[in-house]
């Protein structure tokens, strides 16, 4: 079958968009990794997919999956390029969208500076809600939990779920952080059964950070919204980040905000690369 599809980038965490609502979609879990692929196909850490709305409530579902294949809840990044993608393909000329994913409903605002802002909806702080299998372990007062690693080293992390699990360090330079080694292994402990993203951030200021995000199913990538999210909810809470905070990935800047109860908001760049055709 013949695909046509929308290359985007968001802050440098890429996509391959696919518009749903003019073509049928159903791809098995080895097309979508050969999409993903960078080298047999087309290449992205995410792959989006745009379907028309389930319900009056909302204007389109957003279906995310990882470049590995495996469907997942939430995309920061993806969602900004949603809006952008919905608006230059003529899909809808609204500038606030309700879109629906798997587990909630995002609204999503293009902003007149060019870049979109996300109602990334409210984090949730309990350990099942990732999940993480906490029997045994306690959380010191920063809400950080132990983790015994399986080499022997141990690490303290703050549990965050924005839809999607994230785990998040504190380091004190994001350039000598250890993403490679400890991404992979926070990764695949057996106390987080659906994987989790893992998060580096280095608090500069009360108003900025740096980081970086092993993600689930795509490795390293440039920029993580949900990650950008879940280390800002984590730094507020510890104490050391005030309520609007700049947020320096790798690919770009995420502005993030949280009033400390309810929605988490994002806000930064969304943009179309290439469009193009692949025979899968
Ligand atoms: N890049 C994303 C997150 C994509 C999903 C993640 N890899 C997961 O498996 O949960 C973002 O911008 O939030």
């Known amino acids: 079958m013949k695909l046509s599809f929308t290359k985007m980038q968001g802050a440098g965490n890429d996509f391959v968009v696919i518009d749903a609502t003019r073509q049928p979609f159903s791809l098995s879990p080895e097309q979508l990794r050969r999409l993903g692929d960078r080298r047999f196909g087309v290449g992205c850490d995410q792959i989006l997919v745009v379907e028309p709305p389930d319900a009056p409530d909302v204007d389109f579902r957003y279906r995310i999956f990882n470049g590995s294949g495996e469907e997942v809840e939430h995309c920061g990044n993806g969602a900004r390029c949603f809006v952008r993608f919905v608006q230059e393909q003529g899909l809808s000329r609204k500038t606030e969208l309700r879109v629906r994913t798997v587990n909630n409903v995002l609204t999503l605002r293009s902003q007149d ?36 690693l399986a080499d022997g080293d141990a690490v303290k992390l703050a549990l965050v779920s924005m839809g999607n699990p994230h785990a998040v360090l504190w380091v004190d330079d994001v350039d000598q952080a250890p993403v490679a080694l ?48 879940a280390a800002v909810v984590a730094g507020i809470r510890a104490g050391l980040l005030d309520a609007a905070v700049e947020v320096q990935a790798r690919g770009g800047l995420l502005r993030i905000e949280w009033d400390g109860v309810g929605s988490v908001f994002m806000t930064g760049p969304a943009e179309t690369v290439f469009q193009g055709s692949i025979e899968l």
């Open 113 to 148: 500076d060019g870049r979109v802002q996300v109602d990334m909806g409210a984090p949730r702080l309990n350990p099942e809600s990732l999940p993480f299998e906490s029997a045994g372990l306690q959380a010191d007062a920063q809400g950080l939990w132990p983790l015994a």
């Open 182 to 229: 400890r991404g992979p292994q926070i990764q695949a402990d057996p106390r987080f059964p659906q994987g989790v993203n893992v998060g580096f951030m280095q608090i500069q200021s009360r108003t900025r950070a740096r980081i970086r995000v092993y993600e689930r199913g795509a490795g390293e990538t440039l920029a993580c919204g949900t990650g950008a999210c």
